[in-house]
């Protein structure tokens, strides 16, 4: 399975942007899908993930801002970014994997987008 994200780029802070993942593959085979995220410096994070059957988990620092969903005819998983900051600023990584916030670990991974917030 490949994971291909798009919809990174350049925003203004308090602006939106919407990330999707394509995957190449059927995404209902798949416990969990979600979107990581890594800062320069900093440690991958997972921001959001979305189960199989629908249920849904974010991070704390983007919840309430981000939403993620899934198109399970489409094979694609979104993250409705809104309010970004510049702490959003950020490579976003799609994965799919096994059980629910991952818990039995990432499967597949995306190459990335780059999401830059401008103050």
């Known amino acids: 399975v490949q994971l291909v994200e798009s919809g990174g780029g350049l925003v203004q802070a308090g602006g939106s942007l919407r990330l999707s993942c394509a995957a190449s593959?059927?995404?209902?085979?798949?416990?969990?899908m979600g979107w990581y995220r890594q800062a320069p410096g900093k440690e991958r994070e997972l921001a959001a993930s979305?189960?199989?059957?629908?249920?849904?988990d974010y991070g704390d620092s983007v919840k309430g801002r981000f939403t993620i969903s899934r198109d399970n005819f489409k094979n694609t998983v979104y993250l409705q970014m809104n309010s970004l900051n510049v702490e959003d600023t950020a490579v976003y990584y799609c994965?799919?994997?096994?059980?629910?916030?991952?818990?039995?670990?990432?499967?597949?991974w995306g190459q990335g987008t780059q999401v830059t917030v401008s103050s």
């Open positions: 979305i189960t199989r059957g629908g249920s849904t």
């Open positions: 593959g059927t995404i209902v085979s798949f416990d969990a």
């Open positions: 994965a799919a994997g096994a059980g629910r916030w991952f818990s039995m670990g990432i499967q597949y």
